[in-house]
């Protein structure tokens, strides 16, 4: 089962994919904002090269757990994103996500200018590797 991950940014959307096992999660790109509501050929390569069986989108929240002010807009785009793709979505808590990843590249030694187009396709595949690590985590209790 191969999950495409979607962190959806105002202007840039950042994708991370898992392998086809579900267990791994990768970084895939960052592609605009525009392109992938617009279904453009662009977003298009990235669903025939990953062949998702599901769409796993970030949904904001805030710290204490509610919904962030970003999320209506958040959760609508990535419902129409996901009918477009004739995907099952799953909304997953992205708290800390952009934190952590700029946290990651720091460490790499980027700069801030350097990180622009990384951090969103980081944050991605950290919301990714938790929901498909909670997936295992709930098959293993079922056996």
Do not use: N
């Not at 796993?56 to 962030?68: N, S």
């Amino acid at each position: 089962m191969v999950a495409l991950a979607l962190d959806i940014g105002q202007t840039r959307i950042g994708i991370a994919a898992s392998d086809s096992a579900g267990r791994v999660a990768m970084p895939v790109k960052v592609l605009p904002a525009d392109e992938v509501l617009a279904h453009a050929r662009s977003f298009r390569m990235v669903l025939e090269d990953y062949e998702p069986d599901v769409l796993v989108c970030g949904r904001p929240r805030t710290l204490a757990g509610e919904d962030g002010p970003q999320a209506e807009r958040v959760v609508s785009q990535a419902r129409s994103i996901a009918e477009r793709c004739e995907l099952p979505l799953e909304l997953v808590d992205e708290r800390l996500s952009s934190s952590e990843a700029k946290r990651i590249l720091r460490e790499q030694g980027l700069s801030e200018r350097q990180m622009r187009g990384k951090v969103d396709m980081i944050a991605a595949s950290l919301f990714l590797q938790a929901w498909l690590d909670a997936r295992t985590r709930k098959d293993d209790d079922r056996e």
